[in-house]
């Protein structure tokens, strides 16, 4: 089955996520299917629960086929033997797990003797903000008997499955998130958005762009925003939380209650985050924890200064004092300074950005991780092949 003169296909990769929908994890998946080589390899998409056909329209590439196995709210082990027979059918080369909800579907893998066993780690959730979740630590150290080798975003992933889980360094590549530097890029005028609802050319616009959930914290940005435009009265302050979730409704009625609703625009999810992002003048990540955020890679490669908290890999991506500021999570207070810097020294916002531009294109692109990920694939696939002759 590994001899590559006796396949008349490149072989599949299949890729077993929670649900694919907006997010940090899902875009790094369709990018890298999208632009890997297609004679290197197949793909399809494996989800636990659904997915949203939106977001499924970015997938470019043909042939591509996403399975849902329709998992139940709670405990459902049904779902591993749908997953089993699925897999079955599919045979696929190398299964490619990401995050905590999938982990245990190595074990799927393993007993299906499927040849490359891959899992990644992109961040932890609201339940182990700081990876001190001793349940999820026995679980990763017990499924680690099954999988060959791991991906993490960021060095602080690393250490944690080494120091907090146990795993051998040895069997961890770390490949940071890219991004596509073309189509986030600086330019000489913001570009025009309909329904925004602000102006680049007459107001200070602050936004963020995530999940609208309680790991992603945006009261705390909506609370600095109240101190700024109290400490900042004659400035003409906007805030834009791009997004969705349980926490959009939260901060409507805080912004409602303190009379700033109309100096904050909620629109929800978006499909234009790349013109957004050329009329902001600065985007906040107030993250209780993150992977490797790549809301932060893309202000970054549009010139944008970046005010976000120092959790996880974050710290890896924003040069304190250089491409933006980095504050403690839980500190609205911080935030509200951090973001007061630019409004003190305007001149900051285009070195910082520039600066952070200059970041992008040596270390993040899209191209580098794209290559970053095929070699891993080839050197898997290809170990494989050793081990089976």
């Given at each position: 089955m590994l001899n590559p003169s006796a396949q008349s296909e490149p072989p599949l990769i299949a890729h077993l996520i929670y649900r694919l929908d907006f997010g940090g994890l899902e875009n790094g998946l369709v990018n890298i299917i999208n632009?890997?080589?297609?004679?290197?390899?197949?793909?399809?998409?494996?989800?636990?629960?659904?997915?949203?056909?939106?977001?499924?329209?970015?997938?470019?590439?043909?042939?591509?086929?996403?399975?849902?196995?329709?998992?139940?709210?709670?405990?459902?082990w049904l779902v591993w033997r749908r997953l089993y027979r699925l897999l079955k059918q599919l045979k696929p080369i190398l299964l490619h797990t990401r995050n905590l909800p999938a982990l245990e579907g190595q074990l799927v893998g393993w007993l299906l003797k499927i040849p490359v066993r891959i899992h990644?780690?992109?961040?932890?959730?609201?339940?182990?903000?700081?990876?001190?979740?001793?349940?999820?630590?026995?679980?990763?150290?017990?499924?680690?008997?099954?999988?060959?080798?791991?991906?993490?975003?960021?060095?602080?992933?690393?250490?944690?499955?080494?120091?907090?889980?146990?795993?051998?360094?040895?069997?961890?590549?770390?490949?940071?998130?890219?991004v596509d530097s073309e189509r986030y890029q600086p330019i000489d005028a913001p570009v025009h958005v309909d329904d925004l609802p602000f102006s680049p050319d007459k107001h200070f616009i602050i936004g963020m762009v995530g999940r609208m959930d309680i790991s992603k914290a945006p009261m705390d940005l909506v609370q600095a925003f109240k101190v700024l435009k109290q400490r900042y009265p004659n400035k003409p302050l906007k805030l834009c939380l791009i997004g969705q979730g349980d926490e959009q409704?939260?901060?409507?009625?805080?912004?409602?209650?303190?009379?700033?609703?109309?100096?904050a625009w909620l629109p929800g999810v978006r499909q234009d985050v790349p013109a957004l992002l050329q009329n902001?003048?600065?985007?906040?990540?107030?993250?209780?924890?993150?992977?490797?955020?790549?809301?932060?890679?893309?202000?970054?490669?549009?010139?944008?200064p970046v005010v976000a908290t120092a959790v996880c890999g974050t710290p890896e991506l924003v040069q304190h004092g250089e491409t933006g500021y980095l504050v403690q999570p839980k500190q609205p207070e911080q935030l509200a300074a951090s973001i007061g810097f630019y409004l003190d020294a305007p001149e900051k916002l285009a070195l910082?950005?520039?600066?952070?531009?200059?970041?992008?294109?040596?270390?993040?692109?899209?191209?580098?991780?794209?290559?970053?990920?095929?070699?891993?694939y080839q050197?898997?696939?290809?170990?494989a092949v050793l081990q089976a002759s």
């Open positions: 632009h890997m080589p297609e004679q290197a390899a197949r793909h399809c998409i494996v989800c636990l629960t659904d997915f949203n056909p939106l977001y499924a329209k970015r997938l470019t590439r043909q042939g591509v086929k996403i399975f849902c196995l329709h998992k139940k709210e709670g405990k459902d990644s780690e992109h961040g932890r959730g609201s339940t182990d903000l700081y990876g001190d979740n001793k349940k999820y630590q026995c679980l990763r150290r017990l499924v680690s008997f099954f999988v060959h080798r791991y991906i993490v975003l960021s060095h602080e992933l690393m250490m944690y499955l080494c120091d907090k889980v146990g795993i051998n360094r040895n069997r961890i590549t770390l490949i940071h998130n890219g409704a939260i901060c409507q009625a805080f912004l409602a209650e303190h009379n700033l609703i109309a100096d902001f003048d600065v985007l906040v990540l107030p993250s209780l924890v993150e992977g490797l955020p790549n809301i932060v890679l893309e202000a970054m490669s549009c010139a944008k910082h950005g520039a600066q952070g531009r200059a970041l992008v294109l040596e270390y993040f692109t899209l191209t580098k991780m794209i290559n970053n990920y095929h070699k891993f050197e898997q696939l290809a170990c």
